[in-house]
């Protein structure tokens, strides 16, 4: 049984300054790959400036959240960008088979994740490497079948900034 609003697959956007083609390198790029199962969802994601100046890389998991009776899912992505960990509220809604990504924190100086962004599936299937997505996939299975503590996850405040080891 197909849901109305499953936001399960891989899903990309890009922000171009006006007249510029997603491929010409001057374009910021957001991926990510959802599994949602009821009313649970759990993903990754891989965000990139333009020109992948900077790039915000995603764990197995580093989105987990719910869909509301509303259709909107509220989601936590854990954002690696710029060498801090910090937590995003997002939301993400589906009108006419797109995507609608927007970041519910306002402070956009401490990670590289877009404020919004409108996203399409792809028809590619994962972007990530195998590995990766097997080990996103187990991750999600247990994360999904898990049991909900609550209906709808109220959104988590983004705690200070931690710094990232070096590489």
């Known amino acids: 049984m197909a849901l109305a ?9 890009w922000q171009c300054p006006p007249g510029q083609s997603p491929q010409s390198g001057k374009c910021a790029n957001l991926v990510l790959e959802l599994h949602q199962r009821q009313e649970r969802i759990c993903g990754s994601h891989i965000f990139a400036t333009a020109g992948a100046t900077q790039i915000d890389e ?15 899912a509220t989601v936590i992505v854990a954002s690696n960008g710029m060498r801090l960990l910090v937590q995003a509220n997002v939301e993400l809604s589906l009108v006419k088979g797109k995507m609608q990504w ?15 962004m409108h996203l399409t599936r792809s028809r590619h299937g994962t972007l990530f490497t195998p590995t990766f997505e097997h080990q996103l ?31």
Do not use: E
Request: charged share 10%; aromatic share 4%; proline share 13%.
């Open 137 to 167: 996939k187990a991750v999600c299975s247990t994360v999904n079948a898990a049991p909900a503590t609550q209906a709808s996850p109220a959104p988590m405040p983004v705690p200070a900034p931690q710094q990232m080891p070096s590489r």
């Open 102 to 116: 927007k970041r519910l924190d306002q402070h956009g100086g401490t990670y590289l994740l877009p404020q919004s």
């Open 58 to 72: 995603g764990n197995a998991p580093s989105i987990t959240g719910t869909v509301g009776s509303n259709g909107i």
């Open 5 to 13: 609003n499953d936001f399960s697959g891989v899903w990309t956007g």
